[in-house]
C-alpha cells in the first residue's frame, strides 16, 4: 500500500470504517482514526494534493519488499492483480501529469460456470469436464469435436493443484452425472498417440511433464492410443484405444477434460 498526498475525486461509492488509519487497506484518510475505504472499481480518480494535506493510500504490487524511496506511481503505470472468487482482477493506476490525477482502471477475467481459472506460464485457461450428450459415452475424436465447440481444445494438467482439482470434480462426477449407473466414469484428456509420441492440441500444459500415471499401465505411444483419466483400476492417468466409448456397465467414457477461454470484462 503506497500513502500518497491526494483525495478522492471521482468514485462510485465507498465505506466508512471507524478503525485507525494503520488498519485501512485502500483508502483516503478522513481524521486519525476514520478512513474512506473503495472497493475493486469503486473509484476511477485520485486527484494529487500539496504535501501535508490530505492522504490517500493505493494498494499496488512493488517488484521489491522494501518501501520505495520516492512515489512508485509516477511516472507509472503501475499494477495490482488478486485472484477472488474464480476471477482475476487487476487494477492499473496511472499518473496524468497535467491535471495531477491518479486514474485507476479495472479489468475482470472470469470463467464460464463450472470451470475454473488457472494461470500458466503465458496463459490463462478456464478448465473443466463437459459431458457428452447423445450418446453419454463416447471416443476420443468426440471429445476432441466437444471442446473445440466450446472455442476450446482438450487438455491436462499443468500442475499439481490442476490435477488435484481434476481428480476432484472426476470423482464426484461418478455421483453426480452418472445416469446410466456405470461402474466408473472417465474422461478423454489432451494426448494422442503417433507410434513415437503423444500429440497435443494444447501447449500450455507442458506436454505429459506434470501427468500423474497410474501405476504400472502401459505408456506405449502406439498409434490408436489415446490419454484418459482417471484409471479405473489405478485412480491417475491412462492409455487405451481412442475408439472406446463404454465397456458393458463397467465404464464409460462420459465426456472430455477441455480448456476454453476465459470472459474478459
Not at 468426440?142 to 499439481?160: D, F
Request: charged letters at 15%; hydrophobic letters at 35%; a positive charge.
Amino acid at each position: 500500500m503506497i500513502r500518497v498526498s491526494g483525495h478522492s475525486k471521482i468514485f462510485k461509492g465507498s465505506l466508512y470504517l471507524d478503525t485507525s488509519w494503520e488498519k485501512c487497506i485502500v483508502v483516503f484518510k478522513l481524521s486519525d482514526i476514520k478512513c474512506q475505504f473503495f472497493a475493486f472499481q469503486g473509484i476511477s480518480t485520485v486527484q494529487e494534493s500539496a504535501a501535508g494535506g490530505y492522504e490517500i493510500a493505493l494498494k499496488i504490487q512493488l517488484p521489491v519488499s522494501k518501501c520505495p524511496i520516492s512515489n512508485p506511481l509516477i511516472p507509472g503505470p503501475t499494477y495490482l492483480t488478486q485472484t477472488i472468487n474464480n476471477q482475476l482482477r487487476t487494477t492499473t493506476v496511472s499518473f496524468d501529469s497535467k491535471s495531477k490525477q491518479y486514474k485507476l482502471t479495472y479489468r475482470v477475467i472470469s470463467c464460464p460456470e463450472n470451470t475454473k481459472l488457472f494461470l500458466r506460464r503465458g496463459a490463462k485457461v478456464c478448465i473443466g469436464l463437459f459431458f457428452f450428450e447423445d450418446p453419454r459415452c463416447n471416443n476420443y475424436a468426440q471429445a476432441s469435436a466437444l471442446c473445440k465447440a466450446k472455442n476450446g481444445t482438450l487438455t491436462g494438467p499443468a500442475n499439481a493443484d490442476e490435477y488435484k482439482y481434476i481428480q476432484n470434480i472426476s470423482n464426484s462426477s461418478n455421483y453426480t452425472s452418472n445416469p446410466d449407473s456405470f461402474d466408473y466414469l472417465t474422461y478423454w484428456i489432451d494426448g494422442a498417440g503417433t507410434n513415437t509420441a503423444y500429440t497435443f492440441e494444447d501447449p500450455t500444459h507442458d506436454g505429459t511433464t506434470n501427468y500423474q500415471w497410474a501405476e504400472g499401465v502401459s505408456r506405449s505411444k502406439a498409434a490408436g492410443q489415446c490419454l484418459h483419466n482417471p484409471n479405473p483400476l489405478h485412480v491417475n492417468i491412462s492409455e487405451y484405444p481412442c475408439t472406446a466409448t463404454f465397456l458393458v456397465k463397467a465404464v464409460c467414457w462420459r465426456g472430455a477434460l477441455c480448456q476454453i477461454p476465459p470472459i474478459i470484462e
